[in-house]
Structure formats: structure tokens, C-alpha cells
């Protein structure tokens, strides 16, 4: 049971890595995961984990988004 847990912890870790900005929305995503986890057997940490790579995931999205809507706005004042 612990194997998948530390195999999860070993991924974030690894992906955690490339830099602390690429971290936005983990906390927030580990906290809202740890939370459901727990309360949906007692597994908190594997809701954690899959909490932060959803807001991660979340953050970056909104970022191409912002980018996007900036090159559009950007090339409209031309």
C-alpha cells in the first residue's frame, strides 16, 4: 500500500524540480485533494498528490490563457 504513495511522492518530487514557480496551484490543489482524500477512505495523502498535479495543471492553463488574451489584446492596438 505504501509503494504507490511513495511512487506518487517520487513523480511531484521529480516534477517539483524544474523550478518554484511551476509550483503554483499545488498548495492549494494538495490541501482541497488531502482533504477529499481523507475523508473518502482515509487517503490523504494520494488525494494530496493528485491535488497538486490537478492545480498545477489548473495554473498552467490559466497562464496560456492570460498569454493568449494578451498577444490578442497586444495585436489589436496596432
Known amino acids: 500500500m505504501k509503494f504507490p504513495i511513495v511512487a506518487v511522492a517520487a513523480a ?3 516534477l517539483g524540480a524544474t523550478s518554484a514557480a511551476s509550483a503554483k496551484g499545488c498548495i492549494k490543489g494538495a490541501i482541497v485533494g488531502g482533504v477529499a482524500g481523507h475523508y473518502a477512505g ?4 494520494l488525494g494530496a498528490a493528485a491535488g ?14 492570460q ?3 494578451s498577444q490578442v489584446n497586444g495585436q489589436g492596438k496596432l
Open 12 to 14: 511531484l518530487l521529480a
Open 42 to 45: 482515509h487517503h490523504g495523502m
Open 52 to 65: 497538486c498535479l490537478y492545480g498545477r495543471h489548473r495554473a498552467n492553463e490559466q497562464d496560456k490563457q
Open 67 to 69: 498569454q493568449q488574451q
